[in-house]
């Protein structure tokens, strides 16, 4: 007994515990990494210039025209003295004109991207009921709308019905009416007839031969063509700024920039855009900057209207008009060092502002409005002061790995700043109820590089900022739910504007100095 | 108290199977018997430095502490050495009435682990690299070797007409379980003043069998194995011993995996640059520790390879001391394929009726010197011997070696 017990193992595996020295984490921080999101170019002499490329689509096609849904119903009485319905006699047929409540624009022609027309049939009538119900001028592959159907024969007491949705997509609607010159008008058919197997049966006055009812049902254009109105899109209020929203302090003063729009219409109507006001508003520091551009701002500028190319895969000939505002034509510097969280606009957009000047030859492709492309490229040659970033970053550090044999120590941050600029770094921890729990960097500076007398760096720095973990500040580690980070950058020689270059880089390395303990 | 009478009670020769003056061996069933079973069993630890305390720590999963790293410590030579093992086994043996030869059949399980390391390695392994900041660690020519298989294996014995001599030869099936083998040629580690980079310069090699397979029953490799040996008189009343054992080999299959690096490197962390891209959402996960070894590990292949079993060349000659029965035995081994030297050994057994009482002494091995003891008693066909050649180690606090050896016997 004493030979097992003495045998037994007392854990799964053996039991040390070691010191180790060693880096554990580095990374090599360059403009490439800070910018990534952003086109970089480089001059000769190393400068990087920022460019920044969107697009933006200004406005959605309902705010042109818009077709909403609408119900056509078909009643017919019979209007004279009582008489006897035979067998397959027709009873009912008419023609008829249905107004479209086009908002806006008064539409000739139309294709259907999506939508339905749902047909619905009510008979009191002794005997079946046969239907035509036509649409002439609605064709896909050259075939008309035509819907034959019936109802079965019901009475007052019990009337008999029939529903039927019916896909129209695909169709081209001609919208001039049964006489070709009307505008956002469908002509339509209606055949009534009673059924050849059936009863005579009689009528008389009063008596509801017909009762059928036609909705039009999410109807989407893909195109419309027509007059579109003179309609005025007012384009008011606020645009948050991604960039803008990590920046909690400190002013840049950027040396300047070059901001390129290039506006597009493809839709073939005459537009006039009125830009009132474009603002930069910094609501941390309750600084708003308007921009200031003579050449652009509160005065007409014209977009002509888009051509047809008669080629399906790119049908539209958009118009363009380019817009270029920088240091010569506007306080643009000013404007974006204003660090702007949100942009405060008021443009005016206006459809056909000389009226209907294309003889209702206005067209609208969907998705194919205005655009506008912009291009935002600024030289890095700045200054920041006391320019801070704010950021918070979830944690999950329990998740990466076992770090149960992680024992006291003290991880040392070693920073090797090739950057002209002075950083001040902070990281607090966050419980999960977004309370501070610890610090891991209470206010660390880490000097910028070395640098000549035209500012640029000529070598780096090297420091070396000591973080002790104990177990208890370990326990809060792992159970961090968030890290806030708090970096403040300065460059040196203020105010003087300096270039950041290619080749400057931060170099970050994490070297831990404890123990370990194998298990 | 209680464990220096435990260690005694279990501490007597190992060589007990190598006693007598009469030309006999251990594969020899007793005289007028037909049949002979035996079950057997040793367990072994034996160091040029390393102490039971810090063997019996490690294999028992204690804790080492940094007292016990110290003792070994003192100790450490340039090059260190240390075995373990555990060995079991079945013997039957069969006389058959009309011959004079007797048949051997065998089944056994052995364990070895045999290393040979610098004394940095020893640092750096139970003590990290802390001590060596600004130092490099010399991790050359080390070896480490932890092999598991299983043998059986058939064969014969016999005695000559003269009586003066008998032999004995098996022949083994191995079936090899499990090996993990490790040696470095060239291979050092430096740590900078700071911690802010380590040199390593790797040449090594690393084979494993096929970790996949590891149920207790899997076999991942095969092979071939050869006990042999005799005895004879030579005059003045001395017999001469000579006996391989376990000589053999195997291959473990081309599901091994087999490692090697021959390459510098300098790492300075793992690379987290993408953490900083500050245009992405920071989800990135860090990298685990088989993404840092893969990049210098990178010669990683599946292929078969061979290895030899660690096996025993004995040579030992006994003779009647004169004093009642008693005999004495002056003796030498090698074991081959491993990293022990060359052991000198010498007993003197002194029989009283059923009972031997041995005295034994060595030098050599992968340790200094030892002494221990053996008891044998014989009674009605049964047989026991327990033995130990290590209890003056265990006796020593800071010992480096023990083991003991169980043998029941029964003979009909």
């Given amino acids: 007994m004493l030979t097992i017990s003495s045998c037994k193992k007392e854990a799964d595996n053996p039991q040390w515990d070691i010191e180790v020295l060693g880096p554990v984490l580095q990374a090599t921080i360059g403009i490439n990494q800070l910018l990534a999101d952003s086109l970089t170019s480089t001059d000769a002499n190393g400068n990087v210039r920022v460019v920044y490329e969107g697009t933006l689509d200004n406005i959605a096609s309902d705010s042109v025209y818009s077709i909403p849904d609408t119900a056509i119903q078909t009643i017919y009485t019979w209007p004279f003295f009582p008489v006897t319905i035979n067998p397959n006699t027709p009873f009912y047929t008419n023609n008829k004109n249905l107004v479209l409540n086009v908002k806006g624009a008064q539409l000739t022609r139309a294709v259907i991207r999506s939508g339905i027309i749902r047909l619905t049939a009510k008979n009191t009538l002794p005997t079946r009921v046969y239907f035509t119900y036509t649409v002439p001028e609605a064709r896909i592959n050259g075939q008309s709308l035509s819907l034959a159907r019936s109802v079965a024969a019901g009475s007052l007491s019990s009337p008999s019905y029939f529903t039927e949705d019916v896909d129209l997509s695909g169709y081209l609607l001609n919208l001039t009416g049964s006489t070709n010159n009307l505008v956002n008008t469908i002509a339509y058919n209606v055949i009534a007839r009673s059924d050849s197997a059936g009863p005579a049966f009689p009528v008389v006055q009063g008596d509801t031969m017909v009762n059928l009812t036609a909705n039009l049902i999410d109807v989407t254009p893909s195109y419309v063509r027509g007059y579109l109105g003179q309609t005025i899109i007012n384009e008011n209020g606020n645009t948050a700024v991604g960039i803008g929203n990590i920046f909690q302090s400190g002013q840049l003063s950027l040396d300047s920039a070059n901001l390129q729009l290039t506006v597009e219409n493809s839709i073939g109507a005459d537009l006039q855009a009125y830009i009132e006001s474009l603002t930069s508003v910094n609501s941390r520091t309750n600084i708003s900057i308007p921009l200031i551009a003579p050449t652009v701002l509160q005065r007409n500028i014209d977009l002509s209207r888009a051509s047809e190319t008669g080629n399906a895969a790119a049908p539209v000939r958009p118009s363009t008009q380019v817009i270029n505002l920088d240091n010569s034509n506007s306080n643009l510097t000013a404007f974006l060092s204003n660090l702007p969280d949100q942009i405060a606009t008021d443009v005016r957009l206006s459809l056909n502002p000389l009226g209907n000047i294309s003889g209702s030859n206005d067209f609208v492709y969907e998705n194919r409005l205005i655009k506008t492309k912009t291009r935002l490229e600024i030289p890095l040659r700045l200054s920041m002061n006391a320019l801070t970033l704010l950021d918070t970053q979830e944690l999950s550090i329990n998740n990466l790995t076992n770090l149960d044999p992680v024992g006291p120590g003290t991880f040392t941050l070693v920073a090797e700043n090739g950057f002209p600029i002075d950083l001040r770094l902070q990281l607090f921890l966050l419980d999960e109820n977004q309370q501070l729990t610890d610090s891991l960097l209470a206010s660390e500076d880490i000097p910028s590089g070395i640098t000549d007398v035209n500012n640029n760096v000529v070598g780096a720095t090297k420091t070396r900022i000591a973080i002790p973990v104990d177990a208890e500040r370990k326990s809060r580690i792992l159970s961090a739910k968030s890290m806030i980070i708090r970096a403040s950058f300065s460059t040196v020689n203020q105010p003087q504007r300096l270039y950041l270059k290619e080749n400057y880089l931060l170099r970050i390395k994490l070297v831990a100095d404890g123990t370990y303990s194998i298990r | ?412």
């Avoid at chain 2, 040793?42 to 039971?52: D, G």
């Avoid at chain 2, 030869?101 to 802390?130: A, C, M, P």
């Avoid at chain 2, 008998?166 to 490790?182: C, K, M, P, V």
């Fill in chain 2, 1 to 412: 108290m209680k464990s220096v009478l435990f260690s005694i009670l279990v501490s007597f020769s190992l060589l007990g199977r190598a006693q007598t003056s009469n030309v006999r061996n251990e594969f020899l069933p007793e005289q007028d018997a037909m049949y002979q079973l035996t079950f057997s069993g040793e367990y072994f630890f034996a160091s040029s430095s390393l102490t039971n305390k810090l063997a019996n720590d490690y294999f028992l999963h204690r804790f080492i502490s940094e007292e016990t790293k110290d003792v070994v410590s003192g100790k450490l030579n340039n090059q260190n050495r240390f075995a373990a093992g555990f060995n079991g086994a079945f013997e039957f043996l069969y006389r058959p009435d009309s011959s004079k030869v007797n048949y051997i059949f065998t089944l056994q399980h052995h364990f070895f682990t045999d290393s040979r390391f610098s004394n940095d390695l020893f640092e750096l392994y139970f003590r990290g690299n802390k001590g060596y900041a600004d130092k490099t660690a010399m991790l050359d020519d080390s070896r480490f070797r932890s092999l598991l298989y299983y043998q059986a294996g058939i064969g014969a014995s016999g005695t000559s007409k003269s009586g003066k001599t008998n032999w004995y030869a098996i022949g083994s099936l191995l079936l090899g379980h499990e090996i993990l083998d490790i040696q470095t040629d060239k291979t050092r580690l430096y740590t900078s003043p700071d911690g802010e980079f380590i040199d390593a310069e790797l040449n090594l090699i690393f084979r494993q069998s096929d970790s996949s397979a590891s149920n207790p029953g899997a076999v991942n490799g095969t092979g071939f194995g050869l006990t042999a040996g005799f005895a004879t008189h030579i005059g003045w009343k001395t017999a001469l011993h000579f006996g391989v054992r376990n000589l053999g080999a195997i291959k473990f299959f081309d599901r091994s995996s087999v490692v090697r690096s021959d390459t510098s490197l300098r790492f300075e962390g793992i690379e987290v640059s993408d953490l900083f891209n500050f245009g992405d959402s920071v989800n990135s996960t860090v990298i685990n520790d088989s993404a840092i070894v893969q990049t210098f590990l990178s010669d990683r292949r599946k292929e078969a390879f061979t290895i030899y079993t660690p096996g025993q060349l004995d040579l030992w000659l006994e003779r009647p001391t004169g004093f009642k029965n008693s005999t004495v035995a002056l003796g030498f081994r090698q074991l081959l394929s491993v990293n022990a030297r060359p052991t000198g050994w010498c007993q003197f057994g002194y029989p009283i009726g059923s009972h031997v009482f041995r005295f034994h002494t060595q030098y050599g091995g992968y340790t200094g010197f030892t002494a221990g003891l053996g008891y044998e008693f014989n009674h009605y066909g049964w047989k026991l011997i327990i033995s130990s050649d290590y209890v003056s180690a265990w006796l020593n606090s800071r010992g480096r070696s023990q083991g003991a050896f169980v043998s029941l016997s029964k003979s009909f």
